[in-house]
């Protein structure tokens, strides 16, 4: 049971910004690796960040150098800044969370948000 719940996404023309939140009541961020999925209509998702829980980051080679992953471990929210959009940057967006269950093999559970829809558009 990890609740996770995005906020943030809307209309927004090419060049501007937003900020998705990711509230994840229940994380426990040392045991998890949290991050971001797009799907845009008739297209496969995509992994666009994720960050670990001592903090390294990972982004797709298409959003690099514009979005920005973060945490607030205090307020159990990850963060995805997007500055500098595309019209081909529009999709849901659907926070995760992989949760260690196994530290053995190790083993992650994962869990999905509802998604949130980013458009792009002038």
């Known amino acids: 049971q990890v609740p996770l719940v995005e906020s943030g996404g809307g209309l927004v023309q090419p060049g501007g910004s937003l900020r998705l939140s990711c509230a994840a009541s229940g994380v426990i961020f040392s045991r998890t690796i949290m991050g971001w999925y797009r799907q845009a209509p008739g297209k496969e998702r995509e992994l666009v960040a994720s960050i670990t829980s001592g903090g390294t980051t990972n982004y797709a080679d298409s959003v690099k150098d514009r979005f920005t992953i973060s945490k607030d471990n205090a307020k159990n929210t990850v963060y995805l800044q997007m500055s500098g959009l595309k019209p081909e940057d529009t999709a849901v967006y659907y926070c995760?969370?992989?949760?260690?269950?196994?530290?053995?093999?190790?083993?992650?559970?994962?869990?999905w948000g509802k998604g949130t829809l980013v458009t792009v558009s002038s």
């Open positions: 995760y969370a992989d949760y260690l269950v196994d530290p053995v093999g190790p083993r992650y559970r994962r869990y």
